[in-house]
């Protein structure tokens, strides 16, 4: 992307300002606020409630109206707060979101930066968060908060673990760290996906599906504990912690923080549907290559790459409305007794199909 | 190996019942919604709702029952005796009324719409309301004065019948003198066409 | 040499998401474990039992209703049946049917609350609207009754205020048609998950003994697995006409006595309720509700204890009449206050998360517990 720009403008800062605010103002804040909204709806409805209804058709309308509040909200800071790390907190958790989306590839045309090592650096830069969020516990001077970053950590880091043990097994499967390659091999099929055993043929690809399931579940659970939702969103449990680490931010603080938690559920998302559910590509071609219109197809790739996002987007949400949440050592108990010894068995396991490749 | 057995099951168990709970909430997607818009679309209030307090004075005999019923003391009453000669006219249900109303306050803020002062009215001139939407910026305003009289009215009627009272008296102590001194009630017989005349 | 460290000492409440009204627990901590729970109560007294002594035997109704403002109708009832014990008055036959099912009909709003909730303070929201959607249909039953949806002041001494609405024996059917399958969606959704099951099975397990101890009633001391239920046990009313069972913790998940059995118990229970609410409809007689409402209420000299099974445990008034027109003492035995003092014993040695799940457990209302 940033070559592209540095083309059009002969400029690197100019170059360098654009890509790096394309992502957000494109993609993260209009999704932010769709996703805050379809939040909102997916519980209503499966509360048997509305949701909004009053800002635009059914409410699409209401998350901007909030914004508009949050921003005119005074911001307060607690006056034995530590002032410098409290306001450094949220822009970190942000900034740590945010950073993600630099390596994913929301089309062939479209990365922010086409890395070799994308998704190591996605596993690194999301780790971020939790030096924020510890940041902003200890900087309020609230123990509901310090309880609720320290769990937050502890949480975070340990969840890391499994995820990354999944995502070593993709790798060995593939033999790459670029995200971009990881969509090109599961070509416009799905077929091809690697939930499906991946591209060729044979009885490896059949033997490896029951494993690439568990593997994506073992994922999809790990990355839900990272980005705290519900049945992990123990460091902002509101009936015990009445907001965790976020007590006591208000205004655009806390908006920042939410959009951070928003930004970062696209963002696992989006990892799960690069490793195993064909990235950018369509599951029957493209229409674009059919009518031989050749720019059409990295309109559909985007298209198809945020449609699969929201699904699994939609899924943390299902998830969060049905469940109840698991206590701060259970969560330690899923992560270490579970998760982490089946995705361990798990890599050994497709590492000795993939010998037999 | 027994612990092993657990293990799985654990394991599978904590799949199947999110699966389960995750069906539940699925089908409640397609379920249409209980809630309504409020403002926009109301329920209907049935026909014994409890809200608020009305007081129809037409009907009222000022018996002070209702503020008697009060748990929490919100109905304030005072009346004035009406003097011979005065129609009040009747209530609905063909009772007499005999008192002038000077004061009927109900301040709602303190009702705790319990329906006790309903039952023993015995005109029923004083009911709920299916109006619920009452709120004010002053709690002042809450106090509901339904008293008909003006201020100058029931000036007039406390003065009437103080005078009628007093009257009364002056006639009583009249009557009583009158066997004693004839001429103390010569003097008080003077007095009275001084008097202001009654409606 | 170890450092020196000191316990956190964490105010929980009076205004936090899950103490349930205006409780505030001051919780020791070492790190996230509890060491000590002292709970502090009374910030939301409102001296009912001083009011009582200035208002007439009616006019306390209505300060009853405010007590465990979840289950105004037994409240009403308890009081009615012991200030008709101390007038020694027959209430027709008609009334004591309506007030069955008016009560059955209130435990089981009042355990959708105490079950919603809970599941509110483990993190499952969806049951909770789930149970909030039924309780409205019940309470949309009594408004049709009464009038009112939440203080109800529908049961006097001797009567009801209103007879039941002529719809109101259809509906009541329908309603207990209709919720017979919803029981079974709140088991797949939040009893048998398996996050719920390990929240609280074997936490804040209640020993029988303990509970005993401790004078805990209701559905609590059902959970250790005592069958002691008064609608069985000292009968009043009519109770002893239904057929029903008691249902008792067994430890299905885990320990008798355990946050699981206790949640389980009111889940049974409001079948229970809903078997004997179906008898009783099948059952009602025609008659006059007023007919036995003295015209003046001026009890003789004396003293009574009435006693009944409110949803969530024994709820015990005791009067002293001095033979005027109001009560020389009225004193309330309140369940949640009996069985909030039980809270810092099963509290110990637990983590923060589950002081939550111990005090949702054992369902107190404020306002019942500060009068």
């Known amino acids: ?357 | 190996m027994n612990g092993l057995k657990q293990y799985f099951k654990d394991t599978w168990l904590g799949i199947w019942t999110v699966l389960v709970g995750m069906k539940v909430t699925f089908k409640h997607l397609f379920v249409p919604a209980v809630t309504i818009q409020y403002p926009d679309v109301r329920v209907k209030l049935p026909e014994r709702a409890r809200n608020r307090l009305y007081v129809n004075m037409d009907d009222c005999i000022g018996c002070d029952q209702c503020a008697r019923a009060c748990p929490v003391s919100c109905i304030e009453i005072e009346t004035v005796k009406a003097v011979p000669g005065e129609d009040l006219g009747t209530t609905s249900n063909g009772k007499k009324k005999a008192l002038w109303v000077t004061k009927f306050d109900i301040d709602i803020a303190k009702c705790c719409y319990c329906q006790l002062c309903v039952f023993p009215c015995p005109t029923e001139c004083i009911y709920m309301t299916d109006v619920y939407e009452f709120s004010e910026y002053e709690r002042q305003n809450l106090v509901y004065k339904f008293a008909t009289l003006t201020e100058a009215e029931v000036e007039e009627k406390k003065k009437n019948f103080e005078k009628f009272t007093a009257e009364k008296e002056a006639q009583k102590a009249a009557a009583r003198q009158n066997s004693s001194a004839s001429a103390t009630a010569k003097a008080k017989a003077e007095q009275k066409p001084e008097q202001p005349k009654t409606e | 040499m170890a450092l020196k460290t000191e316990h956190m000492v964490l105010n929980m409440g009076p205004q936090h998401p899950s103490t349930h009204g205006v409780l505030r627990l001051e919780l020791e901590l070492e790190g996230e474990l509890i060491k000590n729970v002292i709970p502090h109560i009374g910030y939301l007294h409102r001296c009912f039992e001083k009011h009582a002594e200035a208002m007439t035997y009616p006019q306390v109704i209505p300060y009853t209703d405010r007590m465990d403002y979840l289950a105004s109708m037994y409240n009403n009832f308890g009081y009615v049946v012991t200030v008709e014990k101390l007038l020694g008055i027959e209430v027709p036959e008609r009334v004591q049917y309506i007030r069955v099912i008016m009560g059955e009909l209130q435990r089981i709003a009042s355990h959708m609350v105490a079950l919603g909730t809970y599941g509110l303070d483990l993190g499952a929201f969806t049951p909770f609207l789930y149970l909030f959607r039924d309780r409205e249909k019940i309470l949309s039953l009594f408004e049709m009754t009464c009038g009112a949806r939440l203080l109800y002041n529908y049961m006097w001494v001797g009567g009801l205020s209103h007879d039941i609405h002529p719809d109101f024996i259809r509906l009541t059917k329908e309603f207990v048609n209709y919720y017979k399958p919803n029981i079974k969606e709140l088991n797949d959704l939040l009893t048998f998950n398996k996050i719920f099951i390990e929240r609280t099975a074997n936490i804040g397990v209640l020993p029988l003994d303990t509970a005993i101890n401790y004078g805990i009633t209701g559905p609590n001391l059902r959970g250790s697995g005592l069958k002691f239920d008064l609608r069985k046990d000292d009968p009043y009313s009519i109770y002893d006409r239904f057929d029903f069972d008691i249902p008792v913790g067994k430890g299905l998940m885990g320990t008798v006595g355990d946050c699981w059995d206790r949640y389980y118990v009111r889940v049974l229970e409001m079948e229970q309720s809903l078997r004997i609410i179906e008898q009783a409809i099948d059952q009602i007689p025609e008659g006059n509700v007023q007919s036995a409402i003295p015209k003046r209420i001026k009890p003789p000299k004396g003293t009574v204890y009435g006693r009944v099974e409110n949803p969530r445990g024994e709820l015990g008034y005791f009067i002293i009449s001095d033979g005027s027109t109001s009560p020389f003492r009225v004193k309330v035995r309140a369940p949640s206050f009996v069985n909030l003092s039980v809270l810092g014993e099963l509290c110990k040695g637990h983590l923060v998360s589950d002081v939550v799940a111990i005090l949702g457990s054992i369902d107190i209302v404020l306002g019942e517990v500060d009068r």
């Not at chain 1, 607690?78 to 002032?83: F, H, N, R």
């Not at chain 1, 009885?203 to 839900?224: A, E, Q, V, W």
């Open chain 1, 1 to 357: 992307m940033y070559e592209i720009l540095n083309n059009i403008f002969g400029n690197q800062a100019v170059a360098w300002i654009i890509a790096a605010a394309l992502p957000l103002f494109v993609f993260i804040l209009p999704f932010a606020l769709f996703a805050v909204w379809l939040e909102r709806k997916v519980s209503a409805h499966m509360q048997d409630r509305l949701g909004p209804m009053r800002v635009g058709w059914h409410g699409v309308l209401q998350t901007i109206a909030d914004i508009l509040k949050l921003i005119q909200k005074e911001d307060i800071i607690p006056a034995e707060a530590d002032k410098k790390l409290f306001n450094l907190a949220p822009i970190l958790v942000f900034a740590g979101s945010y950073a993600a989306f630099a390596a994913i590839p929301f089309s062939s045309k479209y990365i922010g930066s086409n890395a070799e090592v994308g998704i190591f650096y996605i596993i690194a830069v999301s780790s971020f968060v939790v030096a924020g969020i510890l940041m902003g516990g200890w900087a309020s001077n609230n123990k509901y908060a310090l309880l609720g970053a320290m769990r937050s950590a502890a949480q975070i880091v340990s969840y890391e673990i499994p995820s990354a043990i999944v995502i070593l097994t993709m790798v060995m499967l593939t033999g790459t760290l670029s995200l971009d390659k990881f969509s090109q091999i599961q070509t416009a099929y799905f077929w091809n996906w690697f939930i499906l055993g991946g591209p060729g043929d044979g009885l490896t690809k059949f033997l490896l599906i029951p494993f690439m399931i568990i593997g994506f579940t073992i994922l999809y659970i790990s990355t839900l504990a990272e980005v705290n939702r519900t049945p992990f969103d123990i460091p902002e449990a509101e009936s015990e912690l009445v907001a965790g680490y976020h007590t006591e931010y208000s205004g655009m603080k806390f908006a920042m923080f939410f959009l951070a938690e928003y930004g970062n559920m696209f963002a696992v998302s989006a990892v799960i549907t690069l490793l195993f559910f064909g990235g950018y590509q369509s599951p029957f071609g493209y229409l674009g290559n059919s009518f031989n219109i050749p720019w059409l197809v990295p309109i559909e790739q985007v298209f198809w790459f945020t449609f699969k996002g929201i699904i699994f987007v939609f899924v943390q949400m299902w998830l969060r409305w049905t469940l109840p949440r698991l206590r701060v050592d259970q969560l330690m108990h899923v992560c270490w007794k579970f998760l982490i010894p089946y995705s361990f068995v798990n890599l050994i396991i497709v590492g000795i199909i993939t010998l037999f490749r």
